[in-house]
């Protein structure tokens, strides 16, 4: 059974930055597509992004997309989201998970307590 924890998540202003980390209790992210999903008060769980085994591929939501970048550190078994411009409707809690492919974004194992995201305006 893998474990997910990911962090970084604060309060921050309108316009701002943050950047999250997903770290894993055993080394298997390199054996995976990776994702970050985030579910924002009262609503369901959104894909936000995905990245390839090697990082040479992403993919992102629509409403993200030249904002927030994914990237992975397959040697520390790290995946991460750097958030800029940040946008009140991107408060949320974000979870990070291995995933079945870059576009269906399946999660594979299961959710870690996510990190809370909150953007004032």
């Known amino acids: 059974q893998v474990q997910l924890e990911e962090s970084g998540g604060r309060l921050v202003q309108a316009g701002g930055s943050l950047r999250l980390s997903c770290a894993a209790s055993r080394r298997v992210f390199s054996y995976y597509v990776m994702g970050w999903f985030r579910q924002a008060p009262g609503k369901g769980r959104e894909f936000v992004a995905t990245i390839n085994l090697s990082g040479s591929s992403t993919n992102y939501v629509d409403s993200v997309k030249g904002r927030f970048t994914i990237s992975r550190d397959n040697a520390e078994n790290m995946v991460y989201l750097q958030m800029n411009s940040l946008k009140p409707e991107d408060t949320a809690v974000y979870y990070c998970?291995?995933?079945?492919?870059?576009?269906?974004?399946?999660?594979?194992?299961?959710w870690g307590q996510g990190t809370t995201v909150t953007v004032s305006s």
């Open positions: 998970n291995a995933v079945s492919g870059m576009a269906t974004a399946a999660p594979l194992f299961s």
